[in-house]
């Protein structure tokens, strides 16, 4: 049997840089400077924005651990990159060289305390103190290294197209929202009531910017899939949804006028999530702006050429994962 140890004994505990959302740059993954913003949530690896790097602000270092002190107490997720972090975060940084299945493993031993802690005893005394094992049984580490091979070998990183075409070369114009799409509301659905559905294969989408903006699994659905959403509460961030879902409050539809496949949608993704500087708290994406909105798309004899769309979006990495009749 291993032998216990404290957690001090084998990470060099820190307290976060300690920053307030609030206060910084909210953007999308896909810009150059994003960087995560891990909170006390319990959800999405504890990621609960992307912002803006900034200049004078040095992140926390990439792999390490998060613990939340307080909130969701002794949430504890394995950070591949550098992130920021908010209140009553504390970063776990190993005393030896560790993989990354040894990180994760031992974010489960610590996660597994939280029994011991609720929203009124939390844990920031008492985290360097708490007791796990001193080392991980070798038989574990090569069953979950196995297994993350298999996951890893799935998983094609090649394109579909090895020649990228160019954005630069491509005449673009100026296209109205509704031209393209019909702008509708979804059904709200209340979280409640999916739970009594029970989990199941349908997306419940929520209007946060994260993990495709949904939030859990259910078996019940409201709308039909092939669709984007866009959250009309906060920044505006679009989603694509193959399947079909439900919604919470907030979730607009856009409903394409013409045949849309995954590699459209994406396009179209990235490029009306450009437009998220012109909404915030207090000017949400509502129908009404989002049927006066413009985007720019590449043309072709006056029209959207999306045969263009789909070739460039092929000939991205991880494209060949891609594969919009898997789900129909």
């Known amino acids: 049997m291993s032998k216990y140890v404290k957690i001090s ?19 999308n993954t896909t810009k150059h400077n994003a960087i995560p913003f891990v909170s006390r949530t319990e959800k999405n690896n504890g990621v609960s924005a992307f912002v803006e790097k900034e200049i004078d602000i040095e992140p926390n270092p990439a792999h390490t651990l998060s613990v939340a002190g307080g909130g969701s107490v002794l949430s504890t997720f394995y950070q591949p990159i550098p992130y920021y972090s ?17 990180m994760l493993i031992y974010a489960k ?28 049984p070798q038989k574990l580490i090569n069953q ?10 799935k998983i094609d990183d090649r394109p579909v197209f090895d020649k990228k075409p160019s954005l630069n070369d491509k005449k673009w114009k100026k296209f109205k929202l509704t031209e393209l799409f019909e702008v509708k509301g979804s059904k709200t659905t209340p979280l409640l009531e999916l739970q009594e559905y029970g989990k199941g294969r349908y997306p ?3 209007t946060q910017a994260t993990n495709n903006g949904v939030e859990g699994f259910y078996d019940y659905y409201t709308e039909n899939g092939n669709v984007l959403t866009v959250d009309s509460a906060v920044i505006g961030y679009c989603s694509y949804q193959k399947l079909p879902f439900s919604a919470s409050d907030h979730v607009e539809k856009l409903i394409p006028k013409f045949e849309m496949n995954d590699y459209i949608a994406l396009f179209f993704t990235t490029i ?6 012109r909404f915030n708290y207090g000017r949400k994406a509502s129908q009404t702006r989002l049927k006066e909105l413009e985007i720019k798309l590449p043309e072709k004899n006056g029209k959207p050429d999306f045969e263009f769309m789909q070739k ?12 919009y009749k898997k789900y129909a």
């Open 109 to 136: 031993y610590i996660s597994a305390n939280k029994f011991r802690y609720s929203y009124g005893r939390q844990a920031n005394k008492t985290l360097k103190d708490l007791r796990i094992p001193a080392n991980i």
């Open 144 to 153: 979950l290294d196995k297994y993350y091979n298999n996951i890893n070998s």
């Open 272 to 277: 009306l999530n450009l437009e998220q500087y």
């Open 9 to 27: 004994d084998i990470f060099n505990v820190k307290y976060g840089v300690n920053l307030e959302l609030v206060h910084l740059q909210e953007c």
């Open 86 to 102: 908010g209140r009553d975060i504390y970063i776990l940084i190993p005393k030896k060289e560790m993989t990354t299945i040894e």
């Open 312 to 323: 460039y979006i092929k000939s991205l990495p991880y494209s060949s994962s891609i594969n």
């Open 204 to 206: 419940y989408v929520t």
